[in-house]
Nanobody, 122 residues
């Protein structure tokens, strides 16, 4: 059974930082891409970032480039999303997902876990 456990969300002031973690189990970790999409109230889901755990290639949605960094620890089956210079418009529920980076960045992955709330105050 695929399981993705996201954590690390919270409330932070604009300009601050948070680090999200996604602990994965139930599949061969480095056979798939893992990433994040988000959904703000009243808005459609939006792909955020993705990493190919087999070769470390990373991808980012334009609005987070230069501010967010995705990484993986294959020994721990965990993916991280370091979020710096946070803005109020980053406020959303962030979901960890597994599949291909194309689907994850389209916010249409095959599997995703429960979300973690990120709130950025102005």
């Amino acid at each position: 059974e695929v399981q993705l456990q996201a954590s690390g969300g919270g409330l932070v002031q604009a300009g601050g930082s948070l680090r999200l973690s996604c602990a994965a189990s139930g599949f061969t970790f480095d056979d798939y891409a893992i990433g994040w999409f988000r959904q703000a109230p009243g808005k459609e889901r939006e792909g955020v970032s993705c990493i190919n755990t087999s070769d470390g290639r990373t991808y980012y949605e334009n609005s987070v480039k230069g501010r967010f960094t995705v990484s993986s620890d294959n020994a721990k089956n965990t993916v991280y999303l370091q979020m710096d210079s946070l803005k109020p418009e980053d406020t959303a529920v962030y979901y960890c997902a597994v599949g291909t980076c194309s689907l994850i960045l389209d916010a249409a992955p095959d599997y995703w876990g429960q979300g973690t709330q990120v709130t950025v105050s102005s």
